[in-house]
Nanobody, 126 residues
Framework: QVRLVESGGGLEQAGGSLRLSCAAS????????MAWFRQAPGKEREFVTTITWSRSMTYYADSVKGRFTISRDNAKNTVYLQMNSLKPEDTAVYYCAARIGIEALGVNTRTWYDYWGQGTQVTVSS
């Protein structure tokens, strides 16, 4: 089992920045795919970005490309989401997800991921 815990959410003004963290614990793994999704009130959970664990290959949704950056620190078993130039439409609960043992880019299907965190709220004011 893998446990994912997100942190770093909060309230930020439009144009500002936030950095989210997703700490993985439990089963150790040397390969896999980590992702961030988000869910705004009344909307479906949507894909944001992925990173492969061993090679750090990344893929972004068009809505965040150029503003968000995903990275990982294998030694800390942690994935980060640096969010710059925030917009009110970025307001959502952000979830970390993981698929262990398989590395793939741009998989935006929620059911493909084995593990999920509890989410962290990001609110961007205009």
């Amino acid at each position: 089992q893998v446990r994912l815990v997100e942190s770093g959410g909060g309230l930020e003004q439009a144009g500002g920045s936030l950095r989210l963290s997703c700490a993985a614990s439990g089963r150790t793994f040397s390969s896999g795919t980590m992702a961030w999704f988000r869910q705004a009130p009344g909307k479906e959970r949507e894909f944001v970005t992925t990173i492969t664990w061993s090679r750090s290959m990344t893929y972004y949704a068009d809505s965040v490309k150029g503003r968000f950056t995903i990275s990982r620190d294998n030694a800390k078993n942690t994935v980060y989401l640096q969010m710059n130039s925030l917009k009110p439409e970025d307001t959502a609960v952000y979830y970390c997800a993981a698929r262990i043992g398989i590395e793939a880019l741009g998989v935006n299907t929620r059911t493909w991921y084995d593990y999920w965190g509890q989410g962290t709220q990001v609110t961007v004011s205009s």
